[in-house]
């Protein structure tokens, strides 16, 4: 693990060869970037930031009405505050699990694929056809990125979208971090210590701040940035470079004193895809003593969909047994 000091920022209205020199930099010693010039419309988000007010300021029992339980193995709807874990300890923090919508007749619907199905909209006017306006806008963000990151790498453009990227796993969040009651111990935390799964996130977040990345000798702020977004590459892309890109643990605790929403958006290697290492990993960085959870991700072996079913089981153990291990 490198030692860094703050999360550089990345401007995408710049010359393309100099966003892919500077996304590669910041992969390689920090995972993290903020991107600005990103294109996603600002009052789109001013919306998307209103209505999740309005749906996590209801009472708990009409946010039930959504809960996770009746997505089914589409792995969709609301959770309270202590239902997700992280390592094994509840995040002081309620969220609503949202992705690509997908209609019954879907082959991928039908066959019972987990993670694709329809989402669970609560009943806000606009709700709905805000958020997936929002998906589209960040999903074709994401595909502009992973160009860049291929081209980071010195390859093609297209390459991560012909290899896995065509048909790719899009897994939204809107969370909600109530203040936390205990802001000066270590004992809360609003998500602890994690890398992401798949290969990019992209994260708005509001102005509370609270999110941390770590470095070799300490934690490290990623403060707000104006009209920006918050980029950091998952385990998939580590094992893909070799580790020459970083999956780096991060955690979030919301010490603002205030309600603290943010909404991350998931860009991964389509569920099918058998994610394998680049042409230009002639070495790995093993780094299964440093990590959160002492795992490797380089040793894994399958389709991302095999990874990310193991990952997400033990983020929410009791639907696991209810929805994913019942027969169909």
Same mark, same amino acid.
């Given at each position: ?23 590669? /930099? ?14 996603? *419309? ?8 209103? +209505?999740?007010?309005?749906? $996590? ?6 946010? &039930?009405? +959504?809960? &996770? ?19 094994? #300890?509840?995040?002081? /923090?309620?969220?609503?699990? +949202?992705? %690509? ?25 606009? $709700?709905?056809? %805000?958020?997936?306006?929002? &998906? ?59 890398? *992401?799964?798949?290969?990019? %996130?992209?994260? #708005? ?8 990345? /770590? ?28 580790? +020459?890109? !970083? ?12 309600? !603290?929403?943010?909404?991350?958006? $998931? ?6 895809? =058998? ?6 990993? #002639? %070495?790995?960085? =093993? ?32 639907? /696991? ?8």
């Amino acid at each position: 693990m490198q030692d860094f000091t703050s999360i550089p920022i990345v401007d995408l209205a710049q010359d393309k060869k100099k966003v892919a020199a500077d996304v590669r /930099k910041a992969c390689c010693e920090s995972g993290f970037f903020y991107v600005i010039h990103h294109g996603v *419309d600002e009052a789109l988000q001013k919306r998307l930031e209103d +209505l999740s007010r309005q749906f $996590f300021q209801q009472d708990e029992a009409s946010k &039930m009405q +959504l809960r &996770m339980a009746l997505g089914g193995k589409a792995w969709r709807g609301y959770f309270p505050v202590g239902g997700e874990l992280t390592s094994g #300890k509840p995040d002081l /923090k309620e969220g609503l699990y +949202l992705g %690509t919508e997908l209609p019954a007749d879907h082959p991928k619907v039908k066959a019972g694929v987990p993670l694709h199905g329809a989402n669970l909209f609560p009943n806000v006017p606009g $709700f709905k056809a %805000t958020v997936l306006e929002y &998906m589209d806008a960040v999903t074709r963000l994401g595909h502009q990125l992973m160009g860049i990151m291929g081209l980071s790498l010195g390859l093609a453009e297209d390459y991560f979208h012909q290899h896995c990227t065509k048909d790719p796993l899009i897994l939204f969040r809107i969370f909600h971090y109530p203040p936390d009651p205990q802001p000066k111990t270590q004992d809360s935390w609003g998500v602890g210590e994690h890398t *992401d799964y798949g290969l990019l %996130t992209i994260l #708005k977040q509001d102005d509370c701040g609270g999110l941390q990345v /770590k470095s070799k000798s300490q934690w490290v702020d990623a403060p707000p940035v104006p009209h920006s977004f918050v980029c950091n590459i998952g385990d998939m892309l580590d094992r893909m470079t070799g580790g +020459l890109y !970083r999956s780096t643990p991060h955690r979030v605790k919301n010490v603002s004193g205030r309600n !603290r929403y943010s909404y991350p958006l $998931f860009f991964d290697p389509g569920f099918d895809s =058998e994610v394998k290492p680049l042409p230009l990993a #002639k %070495t790995t960085r =093993e780094d299964r003593d440093e990590r959160w959870d002492k795992a490797s991700v380089h040793a894994f072996q399958g389709t991302y969909g095999d990874y990310v079913l193991n990952k997400v089981s033990k983020v929410f153990p009791d639907l /696991k047994q209810d929805v994913l291990e019942k027969k169909s």
